[in-house]
């Protein structure tokens, strides 16, 4: 059973950082891509960055390109943000194409989802 677990979201400043977790279990690593995605109210689920496990190949929103990096290590999947801004504020969620040669970035190619962590940015 693929479980995948948040955390580390909260209340920052706008130009502040924090670094979400995912902890990933029950998943086979080598073919995933694990992915985060963000929710904000009123608004639909957005991609925020993805990463390949076998090579750690990244790709990212334009929106939070150069503020952001994914990274992964053993079972775990991190988001470093920085240069925070009150648009970043929404749930965020750690999720998982449990097989694919290429990053996909809609929502529906996702398999396994986590259960999200709240990210909050004042002004």
């Known amino acids: 059973q693929v479980q995948l677990v948040e955390s580390g979201g909260g209340l920052v400043q706008a130009g502040g950082s924090l670094r979400l977790s995912c902890a990933a279990s029950?998943?086979?690593?080598?073919?995933?891509?694990m992915g985060w995605f963000r929710q904000a109210p009123g608004k639909e689920r957005e991609f925020v960055a993805a990463?390949?496990?076998?090579?750690?190949s990244t790709y990212y929103a334009d929106s939070v390109k150069g503020r952001f990096t994914i990274a992964r290590d053993s079972t775990m999947v991190y988001l470093h943000m920085r240069s925070l801004k009150p648009e970043d504020t929404a749930v965020y969620y750690c999720?998982?194409?449990?097989?694919?040669?290429?990053?996909?970035?809609?929502?529906?190619?996702?398999?396994?989802w986590g259960q999200g962590t709240q990210v909050t940015v004042s002004s």
């Open positions: 999720a998982a194409d449990r097989s694919s040669p290429i990053i996909f970035t809609r929502s529906s190619r996702y398999d396994y």
């Open positions: 029950g998943l086979t690593f080598s073919g995933a891509v």
């Open positions: 990463i390949r496990w076998s090579r750690g």
